[in-house]
């Protein structure tokens, strides 16, 4: 009798376990949740702080100009040509050509902003003064409504810096005398940056010009 009552006893505990247990394997089934694999809030404009957070112009500077001095050499002209067939829309480039809706490119590398005759330029495109420099050519044509706010060259601009390049290479043909290519840019400190810089001109053979060039600024005369 003692013993038929702890059985019974028993199995009411062992048979409320249980069901506990179903409950909470079914609840947990029912309401299973997945783990996240993200960050559920991403709050704005903190990833972006390192990048310059703000203006265009800020955060355009995050890409610098290449060295010309290793890149001009090195440069695809016949790709620039390609690339340029995106101009032709809008601008010609020989000696002495029509303005259309853009002015006419003939030495525009190192030409004075807006000073081709007989074009209407912007208000913007005035008012910024300075000339067209290579480095001036590559921001501007990676996104010209960021470079210059309010300028009325509705073109989307070239995101890919090697379309640029060749472009630019191309472009200084267009002149009696090509202009001169920027100096070289001197070598970081840490000889470390040299390897690392590499890459960026890895389209071309970079070494002539390092080799050459690059050798003078990079001697310290402490
Ligand atoms: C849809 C027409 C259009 C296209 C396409 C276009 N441009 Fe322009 N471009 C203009 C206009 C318009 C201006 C004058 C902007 C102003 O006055 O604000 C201009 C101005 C310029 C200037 C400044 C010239 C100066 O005298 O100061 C350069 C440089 C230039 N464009 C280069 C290019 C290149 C390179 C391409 C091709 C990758 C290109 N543009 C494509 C319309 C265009």
């Known amino acids: 009798m003692d013993s038929f009552e702890w059985n019974k006893i028993a199995g009411a505990v062992l048979g409320t ?3 506990v247990m179903v409950v ?5 089934a029912v309401f299973y949740v997945p783990p996240l694999e993200k960050q559920a809030y991403v709050v704005e ?7 310059g957070a703000g203006a265009g112009a800020a955060a355009q500077k995050e890409e610098e100009a290449p060295d010309w001095a290793a890149v001009i050499p090195t440069a695809d002209v016949a790709a620039g040509t390609d690339v340029a067939k995106r101009c032709a829309q809008c601008h010609t480039w020989d000696k002495g050509g ?3 809706i853009g002015p006419n490119q003939w ?3 190192n030409r004075p902003r ?4 007989g074009f209407s330029y912007s208000a913007a495109m005035k008012n910024k003064g300075g000339m067209w420099t290579y480095d001036e050519l590559f921001h501007y ?3 010209p409504a960021r470079w210059i706010p309010g300028n009325k060259m509705a073109f989307v601009g070239l995101p890919k810096a090697q379309d640029r390049i060749n472009l630019i290479a191309y472009m200084r043909t267009w002149a009696d005398s090509p202009a001169p290519i920027p100096p070289p840019v001197p070598k970081a400190e840490t000889p470390a940056a040299a390897p690392g810089a590499a890459p960026a001109a890895a389209g071309g053979d970079a070494k002539p010009a390092a080799d050459g060039k690059a050798g003078a600024p990079e001697a310290p005369k402490k």
């Open 17 to 19: 376990a249980l069901f």
């Open 24 to 28: 909470k394997i079914g609840t947990e």
């Open 45 to 51: 404009g903190v990833e972006e702080a390192g990048a």
């Open 98 to 100: 029509e303005n259309k």
């Open 107 to 109: 030495g525009i590398v």
């Open 114 to 117: 807006g000073s081709q005759a």
């Open 141 to 143: 044509l990676r996104s």
